[in-house]
Structures are given as structure tokens and as C-alpha cells.
């Protein structure tokens, strides 16, 4: 499932061919305008999905473009989650602990 962040400076039927031209597949991945912004991609391989998820994030004309794997919620905000990793240099050893770093981060 798929969210564009700026649906009046995305175009669905650009993205399409965007993103999955960038993924570099095993298989295909086809797109389908589920309307209100939301998309959805269908993979021909589940390592190509798991391929893409792990990648995030992702941006198209300047804007992310938010992209979670499908679950049954009906949630209007749904999907509205983007996962970013955080590089954090020159922090000394000893305060590599995982609450030390999310206090960091909060």
C-alpha cells in the first residue's frame, strides 16, 4: 500500500513507472490507483516486496511517498507510516546502549 505526501505534485500515473524503473526487480510490480492518493503495487516475487519495503524511504518529485506493507485496517490514515535509518557519528562506545541512543532520539 502506498500514500503520496503532496497528491497535487505527484502524479499516480508517473510513479508507477518511477519507482518500479528504480527498485531494479527480479519480477514486475504493477501499480493500481486505489484513489484519494492511495495506491497499491502488486509483486510477481516476495523477495522483490520485501526488497522494496527494507529500502525505504522513498521520494518522487521532491516528496516522500509513503509505502507499508498491506494489512487489513480501514483506518482513513492508513498507511501513514515512513521508516527512516539514522547514521549517528562520533558517538563514543561506552554509550552505545539501545535507551542511551533513544533518549538521544526522542
Known amino acids: 500500500m502506498g500514500h503520496l505526501t503532496n497528491p497535487s505534485m505527484q502524479r499516480l500515473w508517473s510513479l508507477f513507472p518511477f519507482l518500479s ?10 501499480g493500481l490507483d486505489l484513489g484519494r ?22 521520494h518522487y518529485h ?7 506493507k498491506w494489512e ?3 483506518f482513513d490514515s492508513f498507511p501513514s507510516m515512513i521508516p527512516f535509518w539514522i547514521d549517528i557519528q562520533g558517538l563514543p562506545k561506552h554509550y552505545w546502549q539501545h535507551d542511551i541512543c533513544s533518549k538521544l532520539l526522542a
Open 21 to 30: 524503473n528504480r527498485w531494479n526487480l527480479k519480477g514486475k510490480a504493477t
Open 37 to 58: 492518493g492511495c495506491f497499491q503495487f502488486s509483486f510477481d516475487y516476495e523477495e522483490d516486496t520485501q526488497k522494496v519495503l527494507d529500502n525505504r524511504p522513498y
Open 62 to 68: 521532491q516528496w516522500m511517498v509513503i509505502l507499508q
Open 72 to 74: 487489513p485496517i480501514i
